[in-house]
């Protein structure tokens, strides 16, 4: 199937090359991950406590959308397949037990705003603790074990940790600048064209008389909070969900990508997290060939005598 894998093959015979399964345990739960993590939700206890699956985050694998979703306008009957990867992951994580379901989005004012910054500090704060606690134990373990294979294990983590804190932040702030400038441009629109570029075109063919314009146009009194967009969205499963949101947010946040505030930042932790996950595979499998030992008692004396074949593994006493 492959016309480099008889090549491969017979390279890795020839120098005796092994692979350790170890290091797959760093690719397990790269599902769960990207669906719980692409979610951009906090988490009240693990926000700073590692993951595996490193490399979905790296990757910015989390943020891709899915495919099998479907949106139905129902006022203008647009039907698209626009949905914004952070959405459609909220969305298939909700527990929909009915064929279809109704949700309600709606923007809070300033003070209600305040009140969940609040809570998130105290949520952040106790994760922060947690995690400093889990991880400390990591590195104190390690340094005092003389272990060094694992001190550079726990030390890619943290980094980790770290990666994955700033490029969630980033995705989160995206999803809160994309709303404050949609209420900013519904509330404020675009003002007419201005008088005097008017004037000018009137005066460049004199036989033709403009119309003139009122001094003070009529403003949209209504306000856009209250303009509500309906639509229908079919999950890749097939259930049915009933959404209302104001209007303005429908384009802008819910059916396409959000772009990061700081795109150089944030393309320079990803390399980092690339980084982290590369030393920790590379830690795990050179930690496994320097700690397989194993001991006999010979005359109330321990002795330890490794075989250097890399294929069985096994420490016999001499």
């Known amino acids: 199937m492959y016309p480099w894998k008889d090549a491969v093959a017979s390279w890795a015979g020839a120098t005796q090359l092994r692979i350790d399964a170890l290091g797959i345990v760093t690719m397990l739960g ?4 990207n669906a719980s993590v692409g979610r ?19 990757g910015d694998r989390f943020r891709t ?50 009140a969940v910054r609040r809570k998130l500090r105290r949520s952040k704060l106790l994760s922060l603790c ?11 373990a390690s340094v005092l074990s003389g272990d060094w294979w694992g001190f550079a294990n726990a030390l890619s983590m943290i980094v980790s940790v770290a990666v994955r804190v700033f490029l969630l932040h980033q995705n989160r702030c995206s999803i809160d600048n994309a709303i404050r400038h949609a209420t900013k441009i519904s509330r404020d629109p675009p003002k007419s064209q201005d008088i005097s570029a008017q004037g000018s075109s009137k005066g460049s063919n004199p036989g033709i008389d403009l119309p003139a314009q009122p001094r003070d146009a009529p403003k949209n009194t209504r306000d856009p909070l209250l303009d509500l967009a309906r639509a229908i969205i079919v999950l890749d499963d097939s259930r049915c969900v009933y959404m209302e949101a104001p209007r303005f947010l429908m384009a802008t946040v819910f059916a396409k990508p959000l772009e990061v505030p700081n795109k150089w930042a944030y393309r320079v ?7 982290a996950f590369a030393v920790q595979v590379i830690a795990l499998v050179l930690k496994l060939d320097a700690a397989l030992f194993q001991g006999a008692s010979n005359g109330g004396k321990l002795r330890f005598t490794r075989r250097h074949d890399l294929r069985d593994r096994i420490f016999i006493a001499g």
């Open 65 to 114: 959308k899915p495919p099998g979703f479907t949106v139905y306008e129902t006022k203008g009957g647009v039907k698209s397949t626009e949905l914004s990867g952070w959405f459609a992951r909220w969305l298939k994580a909700q527990d929909f037990h009915e064929v279809h379901h109704r949700v309600d989005w709606k923007v809070l004012n300033d003070s209600a705003q305040c």
């Open 269 to 275: 932790v990803r390399y980092i997290g690339w980084t």
């Open 130 to 140: 947690i995690g400093f606690i889990f991880n400390g134990i990591l590195l104190t």
């Open 40 to 58: 951009l939700l906090p988490s009240r206890y693990v926000e700073f406590l590692p993951y595996l699956g490193a490399f979905i985050i790296a």
């Open 30 to 33: 790269a599902e769960e991950i």
